[in-house]
């Protein structure tokens, strides 16, 4: 009995081997083979956006790789798609529009011979270019303004914002160009420090990564709107533990870390170690209570009107100057919240939350140069507009970067910067 189980099992595994066999000499190549396989069969194809998905069987040929698709957009470039033969279906994207287009099909053998065409006329549905580009919508900002979008498709986008103004007497023409694949996104131009009535002339294209680009898109002209850097020699920072509101002030005097770093105008760089530290004594001030979240507080020496604010971060990252540090990363805050104190009702009122994006796909010296220009929020983010008469600003840092924006343990920050106008 035990003689004949081991029998079967030897002739099972011997099954195994020789089919195996089989199917890996289907990838060897065979350069005597100029014998071209048949043509695929179409079952049906679906419409998708900027493109179509195939499906299909096979002809009967035991040296059959791959299905490949082919078209050629306006330009005269080709694009070529290819499915392995395990799948029955093939993707195709890039087409610009809503209009039909024939793909050619083709099955390939091991040998690279491809079999006849099967020309498949299809009408893909709009493309995410397109779509992304008619989601735009350009907003005004402080001496600045954003672009939003949607990208539902999640599909790698250029958009090129182009935009004019007169200053001084000459026209001004600047194009700025982000990439992104995020499905909502939202891009700044920042550091336009022009009047109302100089006006700004926007166009946006949006392309793909096919080379499909759209015409560009007006948004016509926009104000933008004023303000100033508040002036901090008038600024007064409670002791650490003091409370304002209920609200304690945060032990920042850790190790080289001081409160008074914070608002004095000096980043932190390799060499000057210009920051506050908490030392792991947030909420309270007390290190039972646990690292976050913890507040610094501002009196601002006089009532203002706030409309944005400008942090930067520990940086810590060696005497050249050149390594990316501690910036987007490790003790920083990444996640914060806004408030200004009400006389009316005197308490403080919550203006926002804002969260510092990671960058991404940048170099060491790339991440110094973003960490040291400091990350701009607005007050109100989604409609800039100034915050009511106040005399005192609360920033409360939230989560650190660490852990996806989860972790609370955030230690240091280098500079608060805020901007305004005075109140009548």
Not at 60 to 76: F, Q, R
Not at 405 to 410: I, K, Q, S, V
Request: proline share 4%.
């Amino acid at each position: 009995m035990k003689t004949i189980y081991l029998g079967f099992i030897y002739c099972l595994v011997s099954l195994c081997i020789i089919s195996a066999c089989k199917e890996k000499d289907r990838f060897k190549p065979n350069s005597d083979d100029t014998q071209a396989p048949g043509k695929i069969t179409l079952k049906s194809y679906e419409a998708l956006y900027g493109g179509a998905r195939f499906f299909y069987s096979f002809p009967d040929d035991e040296d059959l790789m791959s299905v490949e698709a082919i078209y050629t957009n306006k330009n005269g470039k080709k694009f070529t798609f290819a499915a392995s033969y395990f799948v029955d279906s093939l993707d195709v994207y890039g087409l610009p529009d809503t209009e039909e287009y024939t793909i050619q099909l083709y099955a390939v053998d091991r040998a690279g011979n491809k079999s006849e065409p099967l020309n498949v006329k299809v009408r893909p549905l709009e493309p995410a270019f397109s779509r992304v580009a008619n989601s735009m919508v350009v907003k005004p900002g402080f001496s600045s303004f954003f672009i939003d979008w949607s990208n539902e498709l999640k599909q790698n986008i250029n958009v090129y914002v182009d935009f004019s103004f007169n200053q001084n007497g000459e026209t001004r023409s600047i194009t700025s160009v982000f990439s992104s694949n995020l499905e909502k996104d939202r891009r700044f131009i920042n550091d336009l420090v022009l009047s109302p009535s100089e006006k700004v002339d926007v166009k946006i294209r949006v392309e793909d990564i096919y080379g499909n680009i759209t015409e560009p898109i007006s948004k016509g002209q926009i104000s933008l709107y004023e303000d100033i850097k508040i002036p901090k020699q008038s600024w007064i920072l409670p002791n650490p533990n003091d409370s304002v509101g209920g609200v304690p002030m945060v032990f920042g005097n850790g190790l080289e870390g001081r409160n008074r770093y914070v608002i004095d105008d000096i980043i932190d760089r390799g060499d000057n170690l210009n920051f506050m530290h908490t030392s792991g004594r947030g909420k309270t001030g007390r290190s039972a209570d646990g690292n976050m979240p913890w507040n610094f507080i501002i009196d601002l020496g006089g009532y203002y009107e706030l409309s944005r604010i400008v942090t930067v971060q520990r940086h810590s990252g060696g005497l050249a100057n050149i390594s990316r540090g501690q910036y987007y990363r490790n003790e920083n805050v990444g996640v914060y919240n806004m408030y200004i104190w009400d006389d009316a009702t005197n308490s403080w009122e919550f203006v926002s939350q804002s969260k510092i994006e990671v960058p991404l796909g940048l170099s060491e010296l790339e991440f110094v140069k973003k960490g040291e220009a400091g990350d701009m929020a607005y007050m109100y983010p989604d409609e800039p507009a100034y915050t009511k008469k106040t005399r005192w600003f609360r920033y409360e840092a939230v989560k650190s970067f660490n852990g996806n924006y989860t972790l609370e343990d955030a230690n240091c920050l280098s500079e608060i910067t805020l901007y305004g106008r005075k109140s009548n």
